[in-house]
């Protein structure tokens, strides 16, 4: 299908592709992982556990388990208690069986991890990541993501850099 075909409004075709992208952000994740970023990781987390928050599916540390990163997944929604997650829905499978139900902010306080891991925060829904990045547990965060786009906030990038 061409952007440009003029048998098909515009807006259709955006439309079109805009739901096979979100069907495969919603089933995979909203950024692709690879073997150079899982490399990275591991670089940074050395020997400790990486606290992975806001999982979604828990496909980031599926891979990353596969690629020799010790990861805790934690999401305010993994279904167990009936609460959905509105980017990744709760009829679609999980990639790992032991995520934990913990908003970010109870996650670093259990966890008490160095390193946090966050991949494609909310857009516009980020401030519990801002109180994450703030805790006195953090010193190395690892975000997948856009600068200026469609990830997490203004503020988030601010506390970034």
């Not at 970010?104 to 390193?115: F, P, R």
Request: one cysteine or more.
């Amino acid at each position: 299908m061409r952007g440009n075909d003029p048998c098909l409004p515009r807006d259709s075709v955006v439309k079109y592709v805009d739901s096979i992208r979100d069907s495969a952000a919603w089933y995979y994740s909203f950024a692709v992982p690879n073997k150079e970023a899982a490399a990275a990781i591991a670089e940074a987390v050395g020997t400790d556990a990486l606290l992975e928050v806001g999982s979604g599916n828990g496909y980031w540390a599926s891979f990353l388990r596969k690629n020799g990163v010790k990861i805790i997944a934690t999401d305010i929604a993994v279904g167990a208690t009936g609460k959905r997650n509105e980017y990744h829905p709760s009829f679609l499978p999980r990639w790992i069986s032991d995520m934990q139900e913990l908003n970010g902010i109870q996650a670093i306080n259990k966890h008490k991890s160095k390193t946090v891991f966050c991949c494609y925060p909310p857009p516009q829904k980020c401030e519990w990541l801002i109180q994450v990045l703030q805790s006195s547990y953090a010193e190395t965060f690892v975000l997948v993501g856009e600068t200026a786009g469609d990830t997490g906030t203004a503020a988030l990038e601010s506390e970034l850099y």
